[in-house]
């Protein structure tokens, strides 16, 4: 057999198609097209659906349009930020009463159980609004919202480490490989922005240990590709070859650009794979993406009043500048927004710690809030705000351990009431005893928000209907406006 034949074998129409498809997508998405390209004629543009979702017509009226999702990862303390107990600054010091923690799951405390004391919260509370809600003193700006959100301080997790409960928050179940919450909504309804994602996180770190997050907590699990989440950069490009490559003229790009559609198309007709018509929309969608990027990015129009708001210049990485964007994407119509701060992991000195990742956080967070409120946007964005889990109500050293009993969270706009607190925890800080809310109750919650019955969402694989709840969840009516 000739070298040729062998190569013939080798190489079938089918391999071709995929191996073709790939390595011309990789040159496609790493060259992308000037928008004047668009306007002569008809182009594979326009010839991609837009995806407008599943659930059609809503399960019932909705009351937003999107989700700014804060993510104070690492564990952020409740007992240093939204739930106020006096009897634990009264205890402190002395040993944490066994009644509590007899027979309870505790991270790396468990085998202390003999030595835990209590430690107070290490900072004042006070009043704030005429809703006269208790926040911290080292959230001053969000104490001057204290009447726009609801706290809720019955929090629950089933995870005690970092990861899996990340997981947990972010797909409704610690089992890896599940959809994300912002991939569901994609699913569910569709996205309203026509040239950037609609699902779009960014990080921001200080403050404490930087807990790594996992670029699966946004990933679409077994639904296709196309909804999951697309990380851009909080400092520098957002996004990696924006600009077209040296030497390649536009003639040449729109030339390859058409190739790898027609083969896409030609594998999509003979396999009918949902990957390949991802392929095909996700490459238009980063043609367009090269001047909404940049548009989205440039700040210089923002008047003075706002970035003195907000605490940032912007483009230099910090939550403040992260959530400034996170309004430019809400205004562009990008369904699901998540900012991480990675920073909330005290298990030690957390007096100082929490008090200076408050100070990164805090402002931005008050200011994401107002300036929403003032443009007519809040009424239909949902901001969450909250970490993966609480800390411990016992000393660990100077610091706290990780904690599930019981933590604490807010929520504004997007219908829910402000100005109100939900439920408690015990008096000490332990556990959630009143109106406890389980995570998979927050996301039934944020999803009837959409229109959406979070029992009716479900996507069928491996024989079984999934939903992003799992078997759980019930939404929280009490705190609906």
């Known amino acids: 057999m000739s070298p040729w034949e062998r190569y013939q074998l080798q190489h079938s129409r089918r391999t071709f198609l995929g191996r073709a498809s790939a390595g011309m997508g990789t040159l496609a998405l790493g060259a992308l097209l000037q928008p004047s390209l668009f306007a002569a004629g008809a182009s594979d543009a326009d010839s991609v ?14 009351k937003c349009k999107r989700v700014i999702h804060l993510c104070m990862a690492g564990g952020a303390s409740h007992l240093e930020t939204l739930d106020f107990k006096p009897k634990l600054a009264e205890l402190d010091g002395q040993p944490m009463p066994k009644s509590f923690t007899e027979g309870q799951q505790i991270a790396q405390l468990q085998g202390q159980r003999d030595k835990l004391k209590c430690l107070g919260p290490t900072h004042a509370f006070q009043k704030f609004g005429e809703s006269g809600q208790q926040i911290s003193s080292i959230l001053p700006h969000i104490g001057s919202i204290a009447d726009d959100i609801c706290i809720i301080n ?14 947990l928050m972010n797909t409704g179940t610690s089992i890896p490989g599940r959809p994300s919450m912002g991939s569901w909504l994609l699913y569910g309804l569709g996205s309203d922005s026509q040239d950037l994602p609609g699902y779009v996180v960014m990080t921001s770190v200080g403050g ?34 924006v600009n077209s490559p040296g030497g390649v003229a536009l003639k040449q790009q729109r030339q390859v650009i058409d190739a790898v559609q027609q083969l896409n198309r030609l594998g999509n007709e003979k396999f009918h794979d949902p990957e390949i018509a991802t392929r095909i929309s996700q490459y238009e969608l980063a043609f367009k993406m090269q001047t909404s990027v940049p ?65 990164l956080v805090d402002q931005g967070s008050a200011a994401l809030v107002k300036d929403l409120k003032q443009r007519g946007m809040l009424d239909d964005t949902l901001i969450i705000w909250g970490g993966e889990f609480g800390r411990t109500p016992m000393a660990q ?16 706009g997007g219908g829910i009431q402000g100005g109100i607190t939900y439920g408690a925890s015990d008096e000490l800080g332990y556990a959630a005893v009143d109106k406890v809310t389980h995570v998979n109750d927050l996301h039934a919650t944020m999803l009837a928000q959409f229109g959406i019955d979070h029992e009716k969402l479900t996507y069928r ?8 709840t799992d078997v759980h969840g019930h939404v929280v009516q009490d705190i609906l406006a």
């Open 461 to 468: 694989f491996q024989g079984r209907d999934f939903r992003l």
């Open 208 to 241: 404490g240990q930087s807990q790594p997050i996992a670029s699966r907590q946004w990933h679409s699990g077994f639904l296709p590709s196309q909804f999951q989440g697309v990380e851009f950069r909080s400092k520098g490009d957002p996004v990696l070859y």
């Open 397 to 412: 050293g100077t610091g706290r351990d990780h904690h599930i009993k019981a933590f604490s969270t807010w929520l504004a």
């Open 295 to 359: 548009d989205l990015m440039n700040i210089a129009g923002e008047p003075k009043h706002i970035l003195e708001m907000y605490g940032t210049e912007g483009g230099d990485g910090s939550f403040a500048s992260n959530c400034l964007l996170a309004r430019r994407l809400a205004e562009r119509g990008v369904r699901f927004i998540q900012l991480y701060h990675r920073g909330w992991d005290h298990h030690g000195n957390i007096k100082n710690g929490a008090a200076v990742t408050a100070k």
């Open 154 to 167: 019955s929090m629950q997790t089933d995870q005690i480490n970092h990861d899996p409960a990340h997981t």
């Open 49 to 62: 659906p837009q995806w407008n979702g599943v659930v059609q017509p809503l399960h019932f009226p909705p």
